[in-house]
């Protein structure tokens, strides 16, 4: 599976857009982008994934470049509740039972 | 949505003593189950991988004789922690793939357990 790189932190403002970048360069063409987030002992929390395309659940929108090199996770308002870690995941396939490879993560503090 | 539940939450046990934690998968069948280890700060560690009928695959540096996994069900998977020490205190979270699509699988995460021995 690919390596993703995700800054360590970011700070946002409650009812702001969050937007939370991940780059995967050495992605290959049928890896999907998955994102999970992992509120505070608590255990991980699916949020989407994606291949090409745009994605946009009720919980948030996943944008990936062209080349998808790099994706950003977009929170439209976020709430206090969603101060957490997330997680950029890159697996070979979404149809494999397979592990999932947490690297760090980006803890997202969302200010009051 | 699918749900995995794990028990206990939460244990605090003297050094020595064996520990066993219950990851169940609740409304869907779960052949395969993977083990997570956390350190405070530190993001999940594979441990090992659980399959129901056979032997589990434990990953590099984790000693299958200390973490004894059994998956005797299609909806439960155990982890008992033996003659636990208190370098073994940390969060163990369980996970369990349901297919969600004709091509498409996504892993469901238990809660859970923070083990503290003393």
């Known amino acids: 599976d690919a390596k993703t790189t995700q800054p360590p932190s970011m700070d946002c403002a409650e009812g702001r857009a969050a937007n939370l970048p991940c780059n995967h360069s050495t992605i290959s063409g049928n890896e999907y982008v998955y994102w999970y987030r992992q509120i505070h002992s608590q255990g991980p929390q699916y949020i989407i994934h994606?291949?090409?395309n745009n994605e946009t659940n009720e919980m948030a929108s996943l944008i990936i470049t062209e080349d998808r090199k790099s994706s950003t996770l977009i929170l439209p308002h976020a709430t206090l509740r969603d101060t957490a870690v997330y997680y950029c995941i890159v697996r070979f396939s979404s149809g494999s039972a397979r592990q999932l490879t947490f690297g760090s993560g980006t803890q997202l503090t969302v200010l009051p | 949505g699918a749900v995995v539940s794990q028990h206990p939450s939460r244990v605090i046990c003297k050094s020595g003593t064996s520990v066993k934690i219950e990851c169940r998968s609740l409304d869907f069948q779960a052949t395969t189950m993977f083990w997570y280890r956390q350190f405070p700060k530190k993001s999940l560690m594979l441990m090992a991988t659980?399959?129901?009928?056979?032997?589990?695959?434990?990953e590099q540096g984790v000693e299958k004789d200390k973490f004894l996994i059994n998956h005797a069900s299609l909806t439960l998977s155990t982890l008992t922690v033996t003659s636990a020490h208190p370098e073994d205190s940390s969060f163990y979270i369980c996970?369990?793939?349901?297919?969600?699509?004709?091509?498409?699988?996504?892993?469901?995460f238990g809660p859970g357990t923070r083990l503290t021995v003393l």
């Open positions: 994606g291949l090409k």
């Open positions: 996970s369990a793939p349901r297919q969600t699509g004709a091509a498409d699988n996504e892993q469901f």
């Open positions: 659980s399959n129901e009928g056979s032997k589990a695959t434990y």
